[in-house]
């Protein structure tokens, strides 16, 4: 079955670049996403990537998809305090109805 | 921007009572789902449903647990006779299409507490 992996903890300093990695099973997997939750909050979608790409930027946001290795990364430029969440890398497969699959979650803390 | 609504933001009952968990999906979505996280813990899929019917559902989804569209508005999700695991984070969410082009957009959530 698909099981989504992710490092639990990541502290870094305000102004730095944050690097949240993940790995993922399901070779079948369509769509790779990174959402974000605040604490007490919902999931909010930060950005997909398609499993045909291999890199997606958008602001200081930064996907890459390394599919051979099926690991998958989103780095975080200039990470600010609001930045502190968990980050969720997920996946869902092709064809269905998209149920996704979640890791465990990066718990980001950033120091100002 | 739209977004999906849920309600009441937090639950408490006591075990063995029937709750039911209430979502707005966004208007012109199709696809609607169920997903809910342990405290701590993965967020676990329950159940996706399509043209007023389940189209899959996990493990965790038992006879417990049932999902409704009353109306062209709201889509529920009722645990019949609550116990202690049942305490959770609920998420609804929603979907325009099942398709390669689409996402799942997800709600605050309902936070369930059984005593």
């Known amino acids: 079955g698909e099981d989504v992996e992710q490092s639990l903890f990541l502290s870094v300093r305000e102004g730095d670049s944050s690097v949240i990695n993940c790995t993922y099973t399901d070779s079948s997997s369509t769509y790779l996403y990174w959402y974000k939750q605040e604490p007490g909050a919902g999931l909010q979608l930060l950005t997909y990537?398609?499993?045909?790409?291999d890199m997606k930027q958008d602001q200081r946001l930064t996907v890459l998809l390394n599919k051979k290795d099926k690991h998958l990364s989103l780095r975080i430029a200039d990470t600010q305090t609001g930045d502190s969440a968990i980050y969720f890398c997920?996946?869902?497969?092709?064809?269905?109805?998209?149920?996704?699959?979640f890791g465990t979650g990066t718990k980001l803390q950033v120091i100002p | 921007e739209p977004e999906v609504t849920q309600t009441p933001s937090h639950q408490v009952t006591q075990m063995g009572q029937e709750v039911i968990l209430r979502c707005v999906p966004i208007?012109?979505?199709?696809?609607f789902y169920w997903y809910r996280q342990i405290l701590g813990q993965k967020v676990e899929f329950l159940v996706s449903?399509?043209?007023?019917?389940?189209?899959?559902k996990s493990e965790i989804f038992d006879d417990q647990f049932s999902v409704e569209r009353p109306d062209g508005s709201n889509f529920t999700l009722k645990i019949r006779s609550t116990k202690l695991e049942d305490s959770a984070m609920y998420f609804c969410?929603?979907?325009?299409?099942?398709?390669?082009?689409?996402?799942?957009?997800f709600g605050p959530g309902t936070r369930l507490t059984v005593l």
């Open positions: 208007s012109n979505h199709l696809y």
């Open positions: 997920a996946e869902s497969y092709s064809g269905g109805y998209q149920k996704v699959t």
């Open positions: 449903f399509y043209n007023n019917e389940i189209s899959e």
């Open positions: 969410a929603s979907s325009e299409a099942s398709g390669s082009t689409d996402t799942q957009y």
């Open positions: 990537i398609f499993s045909n790409m």
